[in-house]
């Protein structure tokens, strides 16, 4: 089991070099070197033999390359910004989690605004009481 797991593990690693070395700019450049060589030699003699060389050598050799090298580009892109979408939701979910805390320190403050405000409203009560009866007693006294 040990060893076919090194052998996928090495395939991935070739794989993933070679399609990237395929996939180059430069390897474009060898391969039309490669392809139009040829042609200084030995040219299609006939309508018939053009269109299979094209086909054949040009499409398949030649565009081969580039179309790989522009789904790596566009690849590369998509990369980036699935990596920014990535750190924008991360982002936004630590800000998320900010205001959720916030929203805890708020009500934990109102919480003690209210209690403040009701010891105020019974001390305010407690005062009036005691200004009512010193009034009643003073009344009392003149009476």
Not at 35 to 55: D, E, G, K, N, R
Request: charged residues 25%.
């Amino acid at each position: 089991m040990e060893i076919l797991k090194k052998i996928d593990q090495f395939n991935d690693y070739l794989a993933d070099k070679l399609s990237y070395a395929l996939a180059t700019m430069v390897m474009f450049y060898i391969i039309t070197l490669l392809v139009m060589i040829p042609l200084l030699y030995s040219q299609p003699t006939s309508f018939v033999a053009w269109a299979s060389y094209i086909c054949s050598v040009i499409f398949q050799g030649i565009a081969l390359p580039v179309l790989g090298y522009t789904a790596r580009k566009s690849s590369d892109k998509s990369d980036k910004i699935i990596n920014e979408m990535m750190a924008t939701t991360s982002r936004i979910e630590e800000m998320v989690e900010s205001m959720e805390n916030q929203q805890k320190q708020i009500s934990y403050i109102i919480e003690i605004i209210e209690k403040e405000e009701n010891h105020i409203s019974e001390d305010v009560d407690n005062l009036l009481d005691l200004e009512k009866k010193e009034i009643d007693e003073i009344s009392k006294k003149i009476i």
